[in-house]
């Protein structure tokens, strides 16, 4: 047996006994003649005793031992004379009286301390030393508890967990497909599953009634910095449902969630929002709600005052920061900086500040007097000390440059709390997105996403305006997952594809599988799924996803620890029927 | 709302209430002026009556309903005249006062009943409605029951699920890889995990102390009966352990999931055979334990009376079938063709009856006396009544076309009841396996398996003596699970590596990040894998792991339902700078 206790396991009602720890050298040190050694494993830390007085072989023993070595001993627990109040077995150590070295170590590249001095690129080729880290080590503690309350929580309302293939078709939509050659069937391919969402859809064909997955979906796309081709989903499906019922079994899931890992508990019900009104008032269909700064459409208090910007914008817009009137000229600066960066894109910033004197400097002063500006504070409801931001343009493009810089203010002025958590609920999405190039309407969410009832006669005479019972869950600006219900009836279905400029024969080769279920009796359902990866990381209050992934791949794809994709043998190339022709 | 109650709710004590309920027409039938619905769904079946008295609209429209339609119906619960006694719902009907047709159903291919009309091909082509039937979706409850209760003891027991990436790399061994052509990547490419085997261990090194995933794996190769190209393994890691400490806790979650998901209690503790005993008493490395017929070595009472096949062979196997001496001619040659065929391969089976009335008939009676059969009967402990088969050739292919004729007696006598169930450690598997084609050992489990101490020095100058610490549950003559206590010690690894006759580059090129990851401290380890898509089948009393699986694939790696593997447009082709190439 290598062990009696795990190192976070002994306190002082084990003092007198003897025990056996085994794990790793976090670090030794010396200090009047003993040694002292932290030893580590997954469940904590405990500090180990060698004494000259006792044994002076053991000693010299263990003053050689290196930064994670790992060592086995075995001796009396006694209590510290000099507690320590961090850790949980902080008033105990081991007088050790007998050493053995497991395995020796080589200096790792990089600290295994909470904070370490190791860069990304470095820490992902050593993941498997970032992950002794406490910080990481914890992260995937929450991923795990998580999981599996999730399933606690919809085995308790009746899921079925169904496992769905791997290896499935690809689709001439499927253009970012990850593809798999057949060696058994050559030229052939399988695809690998951007999400099952036809499996589940045929899973309710079945009668399944309620489904759910914690599922790796796949993805060959340019990565941004916040994506994985490979990513996990919690996707769900029920049937005989409406909207409101899913919103309730999903609002209960993540309540539990929060409540059962985090102690958080939300009170009364999630609030909702259309997509219409969060665009409007925060130019986001994933509003952080933790703080104000709505915007507010200042058109009316702007124009004709013969500033042309404003006069040409088809859309002004205002948000006030809270008691930033004293910003410096260096600090606005730096702002219409940031906003003029491409990633936003703005091509400037009008700021006026209202002093606390009840005066107004703005950097518009040349087109707006005094009285102006305080219609400006009147309508935003800017007060003494505060500080309005304008930006105008078209109502697409201002808003998302708008909310930009909400986020980036948020920021700025630490309203983004990464321990408070406000769900939105984002309802009633537009059906139909125009496509400019393509020239056409494709599906916002689905194409089997069904329309609202009372707009479905808008279908035929104005498609743009027609709403979805489609809904997303945002939480501090990040959507945590989305769905929609599903159309369950043919006519409606065929309607819709034609909308979408489908051929009947494309609409068959496509969907082909799916609408002959769907003609041998399909329930009502519809559904929603969750994105593993970024509801762990805003649970753990973080931006980035890629720390609660235990084995992550780079921008580039790549995984830098195993170094894959690589190239492969002709021999294996042969054997598939295919050749490698770089373009 | 579709429903107040699903169509497995109502009881007596429901009777008088308004309810609504959905779901599929099972069958309808009239009597007497009276329609009858069967209306179906996951959760069960409940009577609807519709009488011409109340409705005769109603009830023309219920008369008109196809088999499969999905209808939500409105009424009070009655308590039924003529109950019936299968179903729980049986007592009570629903008296009909508004039905909606929610989707008509064209009829299906095969009926939707615990025993179908539909052969393999088309059930796997409609799996959506295979599903539907009873007698599937009990299958894939059992599977969805089991996964979560591997998950509830594992966590119970403090192993942490953690998800190991799809996207790895192929290694030049991995002949059966799936592999992944990369986009961005061009010419590169990704393999898909035939199992997480070095990921595991990674984390070992990471700490994490005691892992398990419940995960795909993927293997193109060529698919014999029961096999399929993505399984489900049941994966677990676990550090500072020993082979005990492996056995107890996996021997503790068969008994868990065992008890939770069949109610079946196991007694005491798991029987274990080595696998030279299983070997030699059963042919076999996971022997059937739930009948007898050992096999027993019969060169003693055989050699030197003249029949040649048996003076030339290795080896003399005799069996005994209890009770049979009264198998007629027929039966008896209708069993040598048996065992004659190419999937075992023998070239005869000698018999010896021993009849009731202590005299003896064998197929030998030419070479052997009474006598002689006698001695056989002593040996191999037949009785009066009693049939002995024996079979004789080279020792590896003697044993196992003996253990497939005992296999194949137990189910012609009935000793193989899919309702009980016997597990058995198969231990001390040898460490190296010869191959003859390549002239060199390889290992038989993994090379990352460690020998047994006590048989290290053997390495150097007998290795195919070398048992190794590694260990397979078998149940009922299927292997569940097997695994290993790995190498850690860096020494031992490159003795191993040499044996397997890697050169230090080729071992470099194959494991050099696990090995460059052991650098650093790789703390003593081992693990198991069970095969979830097998472990449930056999849960389930059954020999095929198709139904247990919601979207099979068939023998020839073709999902036949969605048409996959599939040809792809030469732009995706392009895309991933690839040309197909056919050989």
């Known amino acids: 047996m290598y062990r009696t206790h795990t190192c976070g396991e002994l306190r002082l009602s084990d003092v007198g006994n003897q025990v056996t720890l ?52 075995k001796g009396k627990v006694i209590e510290r004379s000099s507690k320590n109040n961090i850790i949980p077995t902080g008033e105990v150590e081991i007088i050790v009286s007998e050493l053995n070295i497991l395995n020796s170590a080589k200096t790792p590249p990089f600290t295994i301390e909470n904070e370490t001095d190791g860069g990304d690129e470095l820490r992902m080729k050593y993941r498997y030393l970032d992950i002794r880290r406490k910080a990481i080590l914890d992260k995937l503690r929450l991923r795990n508890k998580v999981s599996l309350e999730t399933r606690k929580y919809l085995d308790g309302v009746d899921f079925m967990d169904i496992e769905t293939p791997y290896l499935i078709k690809s689709t001439p939509e499927g253009a970012r497909d990850f593809v798999v050659p057949s060696r058994m069937n050559q030229g052939e391919f399988y695809a690998l599953p951007q999400s099952p969402q ?74 909702r929002m259309t997509y219409a009104d969060a665009m409007e008032m925060y130019g986001s269909d994933k509003p952080d709600i933790r703080f104000g700064m709505e915007f507010k459409d200042m058109n009316s208090v702007t124009k004709d005052k013969g500033f042309k910007i404003f006069d040409d914008a088809e859309l002004v817009l205002g948000i ?47 087109f707006y007097s005094q009285e102006d500006l305080q219609e400006w504070a009147d309508l935003t409801g800017a007060k003494p000390g505060d500080l309005m931001f304008i930006m105008s343009g078209d109502t697409d493009k201002v808003r998302s440059q708008m909310s930009d810089l909400r986020l980036h203010m948020g920021d700025e002025l630490g309203l983004r709390n990464p321990n408070v958590f406000k769900p939105l609920w984002v309802m009633d999405f537009p059906l139909l997105e125009w496509d400019e190039e393509a020239n056409r309407f494709h599906a916002m969410h689905h194409p089997f996403t069904s329309p609202k009832a009372e707009d479905i006669a808008l279908l035929e005479t104005d498609p743009g305006k027609v ?6 869950l945002a939480m501090n600006g990040v959507e945590l997952g989305g769905g929609s219900i599903r159309i369950h009836d043919k006519t409606l279905q065929a309607t819709m594809l034609k909308l979408l400029g489908f051929t009947e024969e494309e609409a068959n080769k496509q969907f082909g599988f799916l609408m002959d279920a769907f003609e041998f009796g399909a329930p009502p359902h519809g559904g929603i799924a969750f994105g593993l990866d970024r509801l762990v990381a805003t649970m753990g209050g973080s931006d980035s996803i890629r720390d609660y992934i235990a084995f992550p791949k780079n921008n580039s794809g790549r995984d830098v620890m195993i170094d894959a994709p690589a190239t492969i043998d002709n021999e294996q190339l042969k054997e598939l029927g295919l050749l490698v022709n770089l373009q």
């Open 22 to 73: 085994s794990g790793w050298v976090q670090r030794t040190r010396e200090m009047g003649g003993m040694t002292f050694v932290d030893l580590r494993d997954r469940y904590g830390i405990t500090q180990l005793a060698f004494s000259t007085e006792d044994n002076e072989e053991l000693n010299q023993k263990a003053r050689k031992l290196g930064r994670e070595f790992v060592i086995q001993v």
């Open 198 to 271: 036809t499996f589940k859809q045929l899973l309710m064909v079945s009668g399944i009634d309620k489904y759910y997955q914690i599922v790796r979906c796949f993805r060959d796309e340019d990565l941004r910095a916040d994506r994985q081709p490979e990513f996990t989903q919690i996707d769900c499906e029920m049937s005989f449902v409406e909207q409101e019922d899913i919103l309730n079994t999903f609002e209960g899931m993540i309540k539990h969630l929060f409540k059962s890992c985090r102690d958080v508990e939300f009170k009364g019900d999630f609030p």
């Open 320 to 366: 006030v920061a809270e008691d930033c009137a004293i910003y410096t000229r260096k600090q606005l600066d730096a702002l219409t900086k940031w906003v003029q960066r491409p990633q936003v894109g703005a091509k400037g910033l009008v700021y006026a500040k209202y002093n606390d004197d009840g005066t107004f400097k703005s950097s518009v002063d040349k």
């Open 467 to 472: 709403r979805a019972n489609a809904y997303d």
